[in-house]
């Protein structure tokens, strides 16, 4: 169950060949179906077993990924060289002669043809196997030359994505195993329509796993050692309600749970009953709702739950790993597409909050840590040229639209005044080709430590604040939101977490400018209640949570929460504060809260 930051014991069980796997929920529903193992960490790939007619076409494949591959290189050579990075050039010349070693490509082509097999797959199998060779010699300097063959795979795995499609298609059923999922994968994967993800690794606030509940696709991580026990085509349950997976399961389990996943069905597909007006807590306290949006096509369904416009538009969705920046015309056209649906109630647009790794061309240099690295308005401002063409693209959809922006990852006042400079100059540009813009609004994300330790000054900068709990609590508990291995150290009842909302919040109110909530804490039926006691009054979610958050303000007292969240802050540790609100809930609002449910960790 997803209760607060939803703890997990891994743990296996094996009964007559069916194997159960202990979980973390992070996406609600159950799906019964087979396993299509993922593989590949940049770019993610399955195996296919293609048919003779196809055998031509994914060796014509394979040329046009290894000529991108080398013109890619060249072109990073070419910019070291001219960085004066003779050293790191030569690197490149060993790429190059890897991609031109006729006995290693010819492997791959063999392994296509002979095997019948994707080219994604006959890559990964044949440079696996001389990585394992070269990791074997024992003279140093050989054997590290296997990182060299490592970044030719990547890259021509990356190479073989192109951009495009996925040529060959999931089947009906397919249940995604993988060691981790990326959210590109899961939209590229999402038009096959899997019926669930199972990954090792990930934290409820992974961006995949945020994609996952806005499209009802059941999910769950923290499955350990998944891959060395399923094999693609098995059958699989996963229940994504209490943390589970079940691998070949018996026919009782499958008869238990053919009708969980009918009732799932069912809720999913239920119509939605179009609501209107903000919600209200029962002494009145009016709670404004908004959507978090990740994808356009989902809008539609937010606006009849209800939702006054768009707190959170991530728009780095639509940039592409593998074709890079969106071009300015295109982000016009998806900004303006935006503006109208949402209309009046109006949308946010974060600039895009991408990590240097995301970006294909310069995979050569991956940070050791990507989270504390070039990332958000520091990739912004080092990249100034594309920052530009999107703050141009906003400004020209924002004339007729009501459209403001989000600054991702600030952590200091300065880098705010710097993008107002350039807002305003593009501005002056733009009117003087006679090009219309509008006069979008500036925000901040707050979610850096060093933001909250100085939101009086950015309140008193911008005009508005959005709360980003997610990178606030990675952030201040130095706790990776994306790696399994610490999601217990993700608490977001941390006092030092909780302390940092309710500065925010008081900042906002005192520079009285609006204050959106937009991190997954927010969407959460057992936080929002905190986060409205603290003095929240607007916020944005997950359009699947809609539902229950509003359900859960009109079931509530504000007075109730305020007393809850004052006396949180006498409490000097999480654990002493989930049992106070475990115990809170089922004293003041049995009626909303399944008293077993909350005790049930
Ligand atoms: C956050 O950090 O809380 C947030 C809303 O942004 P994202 O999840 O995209 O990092
Ligand atoms: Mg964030």
Redesign the pocket.
């Known amino acids: 169950m997803i209760v607060f930051d939803n703890k997990h014991t891994p743990g296996s069980s094996e009964k007559n060949g069916e194997i159960r796997l202990s979980s973390r929920a992070v996406s609600r529903g159950v799906a019964i179906g087979k396993v299509v193992c993922l593989h590949g960490q940049t770019r993610q790939f399955y195996r296919l077993n293609l048919a003779d007619s196809q055998i031509d076409r994914e060796l014509r494949r394979l040329s046009a990924a290894i000529r991108l591959t080398k013109k890619q290189i060249k072109a990073i050579e070419r910019s070291n060289l001219e960085l004066g990075n003779g050293k790191s050039a030569s690197i490149f010349d060993v790429h190059l002669l890897i991609l031109e070693d006729k006995s290693l490509i010819g492997k791959v082509e063999s392994k296509i043809r002979d095997q019948k097999v994707n080219a994604e797959w006959a890559v990964k199998i044949v440079l696996d196997e001389y990585i394992s060779t070269y990791k074997s010699i024992s003279d140093e300097h050989l054997r590290d030359r296997y990182i060299d063959i490592q970044d030719i795979s990547d890259r021509l795995l990356n190479a073989l994505g192109g951009g495009g499609k996925p040529s060959i298609h999931l089947k009906k059923n397919s249940v995604i195993v993988a060691r981790e999922v990326k959210p590109s994968t899961l939209i590229e994967l999402n038009e096959n329509m899997p019926k669930a993800i199972v990954s090792e690794n990930g934290g409820w ?1 992974s ?1 995949t796993f ?1 994609l996952a509940r806005e499209l009802n696709l059941p999910a769950v991580t923290g499955t350990k050692n998944i891959l060395r026990q399923a094999r693609t085509g098995d059958n699989v349950i996963v229940d994504g309600y209490n943390g589970l997976v079940i691998l070949n399961p018996e026919d009782e389990t499958l008869r238990k749970y053919k009708e969980a996943a009918k009732q799932f069905k069912k809720v999913r597909h239920v119509p939605i009953k179009a609501v209107s007006g903000n919600p209200k807590t029962l002494d009145g306290r009016e709670i404004i709702i908004r959507a978090n949006l990740d994808l356009h096509s989902i809008y539609g369904r937010a606006k009849k739950l209800g939702a006054k416009g768009i707190g ?1 538009y ?1 728009s780095e969705f639509l940039f592409n790993q593998y074709r890079g920046f969106p071009g300015e015309a295109e982000q016009v056209e998806a900004y303006r597409a935006i503006g109208e649906l949402v209309g009046e109630d109006g949308v946010r647009i974060r600039t895009f ?1 991408i990590s240097v790794d995301q970006l294909a061309e310069e995979t050569s240099e991956k940070e050791k840590n990507p989270a504390l690295g070039l990332r958000g308005i520091r990739l912004g401002l080092s990249h100034e040229a594309e920052f530009r063409a999107q703050i141009r693209a906003i400004l020209q959809a924002s004339s007729d639209h009501s459209i403001d922006i989000v600054l991702p990852m600030i952590s200091d006042l300065l880098e705010i005044r710097e993008v107002k400079k350039i807002i305003d100059s593009e501005k002056r540009s733009l009117g003087k080709k006679g090009i219309r813009v509008g006069d979008p609004k500036i925000g901040a ?1 707050i ?1 850096l430590p060093a933001a909250v330790m100085t939101v009086e000054e950015i309140a008193a900068e911008v005009d508005f604040l959005n709360l ?5 609590v990675q952030y201040l508990l130095a706790v990776d939101r994306d790696n399994e291995s610490v999601a217990d150290w993700f608490k977001t009842l941390h006092p030092a977490v909780l302390r940092s909302i309710e500065r925010v919040i008081g900042a906002a109110e005192n520079a009285n400018i609006p204050l959106i909530v ?2 997954e804490m927010g969407g959460s039926p057992f936080y929002a209640p905190i986060l409205i006691g603290l003095g929240a009054v607007e916020l944005s979610m997950n359009i699947n949570s809609i539902m229950r958050v509003r359900n859960t303000i009109v079931g509530i007292a504000y007075e109730e929460a305020r007393e809850i969240a004052n006396e949180i802050k006498t409490f000097s540790t999480s654990a002493e504060i989930e049992d106070f609100i475990r115990k809170s809930f089922i004293d003041k609002w049995s009626h909303l809260f399944d008293a077993q449910l909350l005790n049930s960790r």
Do not use: Q
């Open positions: 606030t961006h945020i959170l991530r909050d994300m979610e980003g709990t997610n990178d606030l937009c991190g």
